[in-house]
C-alpha cells in the first residue's frame, strides 16, 4: 500500500448477529496494523467500531478517532486510542474523516454506515477528493444493495463509470490491492467547464 497510509472505516456501531462480520472486523483491524495503516473511524468502543478499533490496537497499530461532541460520552468513546478528535457536529466529523483519510472501506452497518459511504462517494464522483473506495462485502451483506445500484443502472440514474467508482471485494487483501491499484476519474465535463 503505497500512498494509502491513512484508511477510514465506516462500520456499525452495533455488533450485529453475524460472527462472520465481527471475525472480518477483527482482521481489518489487524491488518492495518501489520501493513502501518493509520485506522480512521468514529471513535466508539461499541459495535463493529469498537471491534476493528481495539483488534488494531492490540496489534500494536495506530487507530485516530473522530466524534462529534454531542456523542462523547463515556460508555461510548474509546478513551484508548492513539488520537481523539472532536468535532462540533456530525457534517464536520465527515468532513474531517475525508481530509484525514487516504481511502475508505465500508463494513457492514445500519443507516449511518450507508449514509457515510454514499456521501463518500458521491464526493468522489463530484471530484471533492480522489481517494479510493472500497467496500467489504462480508458473507453476501452487501449483495443486494449492489443489485439496487445495477438496477440504478440499468435505469438510467447511475453511470456506468460512476457504478464503478465503489470497489468491491469479499476479501479484504483483494479490497486493498483494488484500492491500491486505484484510477481517479477525471472530473465531470460540466464541472471544468468555464462558468460566465
Not at 110 to 122: S, V
Not at 139 to 147: I, Q, W
Request: hydrophobic residues 45%; contains cysteine; proline residues 3%.
Amino acid at each position: 500500500m503505497s500512498d494509502i497510509k491513512k484508511i477510514c472505516v465506516f462500520c456499525g456501531s452495533s455488533d450485529g448477529n453475524d460472527e462472520t462480520i465481527q471475525r472480518a472486523a477483527q482482521a481489518l483491524g489487524a491488518i492495518f496494523a501489520e501493513k502501518n495503516i493509520t485506522l480512521v473511524y468514529g471513535a466508539a468502543k461499541i459495535g463493529i467500531m469498537g471491534t476493528v478499533a481495539q483488534a488494531c490496537l492490540d496489534a500494536k497499530g495506530e487507530v485516530i478517532g473522530i466524534i462529534p461532541n454531542f456523542l462523547k460520552k463515556k460508555e461510548v468513546v474509546h478513551l484508548g486510542l492513539t488520537q481523539l478528535i472532536t468535532t462540533k457536529n456530525m457534517h464536520e466529523r465527515k468532513l474531517q474523516m475525508q481530509e484525514v483519510s487516504d481511502g475508505f472501506i465500508t463494513l457492514p452497518g445500519g443507516m449511518g454506515t450507508l449514509e457515510e459511504l454514499f456521501e463518500i462517494t458521491t464526493w468522489l464522483q463530484l471530484g471533492l477528493h480522489q481517494k479510493p473506495i472500497g467496500l467489504l462485502n462480508v458473507n453476501g451483506f452487501y449483495d443486494s444493495l449492489l443489485a439496487l445500484l445495477e438496477t440504478m443502472v440499468r435505469k438510467g440514474f447511475l453511470s456506468m463509470e460512476n457504478y464503478e467508482l465503489l470497489l468491491v471485494d469479499t476479501e479484504i487483501e483483494g479490497l486493498l490491492a483494488k484500492m491500491d491499484a486505484f484510477k481517479p476519474p477525471r472530473l465531470p465535463h460540466w464541472l471544468t467547464e468555464e462558468r460566465t
